[in-house]
């Protein structure tokens, strides 16, 4: 019985799912994925979860997640301090969870200024101006 494909809601994740399965196509037996579909896939993890990537390419989840791991995004720095200012009992409770491509997490609820809630967004991926 044959798989139905799975439609995309990223134009360029069809395009390399159409590339990939052409190429699958084309090779008798099992072969290892040439490494250009895996720099794609990961790339492709930049902006989707890393499960949607792997199940729409049919490729093992572990070994993409792994590769995505092994990538430094560019332009990252790592916060070692980061300053807070102390509100008062009266500021409402600010809830911020973030979880980049790679699957990190970062969690923070405390009572600040919700206008500051876009920065610590921007902080973290960049989002917005």
Request: aromatic content about 10%.
């Amino acid at each position: 019985m044959e798989r139905e494909a799975l439609p995309s809601p990223c134009p360029d994740l069809a395009d390399v799912r159409k590339r990939l399965d052409a190429w699958r196509r084309t090779r008798p037996g099992p072969r290892p994925i040439p490494e250009e579909f895996w720099s794609e896939a990961v790339a492709l993890c930049r902006t989707h979860p890393v499960g949607r990537v792997a199940r729409a390419l049919s490729l093992d989840y572990y070994g993409l997640k792994r590769r995505c791991q092994n990538q430094e995004p560019s332009g990252f720095e790592a916060f070692s301090f980061v300053e807070m200012t102390p509100w008062g009992q009266n500021a409402p409770v600010a809830e911020l969870d973030y979880e980049d491509a790679s699957g990190r997490k970062f969690r923070l609820r405390c009572r600040a200024d919700l206008s500051h809630v876009a920065h610590w967004i921007q902080c973290l991926g960049g989002l917005g101006p």
